[in-house]
């Protein structure tokens, strides 16, 4: 193996789950500008992570949807647009079609009447 590839600044660290508030203390090398006071008295680095253990539904066992970023309720916002368009167009496309068929109607109408007129 080679020497000096990894990390040797391990240090506890406290997680935070913001979905639920769960905290755990652990040691990481990741940085933090943030404290906390812990149980024991001490005061560890705090790591704000939007999902643990604690809040994830695979091991939870529920069917629980977190989303902090928003994305669910743009690809929703995105799905009632394109739904409305669509309507939108096959209603357009309704509309044209009976208009096709009125004036096709009325030119007909009014062939069958210069027809009898032209015949006497």
Do not use: C
Not at 22 to 27: D, G, K, N, V
Not at 49 to 73: M, W
Not at 102 to 112: F, G, I, L, N, P
């Amino acid at each position: 193996m080679k020497k000096g590839i990894h990390p040797t600044n391990y240090r506890p660290v406290v997680f935070q789950d913001l979905n639920n508030g769960f905290s755990f203390l652990t040691r990481s090398t990741a940085d933090s500008e943030e404290t906390v006071k812990w149980e024991d008295g001490n005061e560890y680095p705090l790591i704000k992570v939007h999902i643990s253990s604690a809040s994830h539904p695979f091991f939870t066992g529920q069917e629980k949807l977190v989303d902090v970023e928003g994305r669910v309720d743009r690809f929703k916002a995105r799905a009632d647009a394109a739904a409305k368009a669509k309507d939108a167009r096959k209603a357009a496309a309704v509309k044209k079609t009976t208009r096709k068929i009125k004036q096709t109607e009325k030119k007909a109408a009014a062939k069958a009447a210069a027809a009898p007129a032209s015949e006497q």
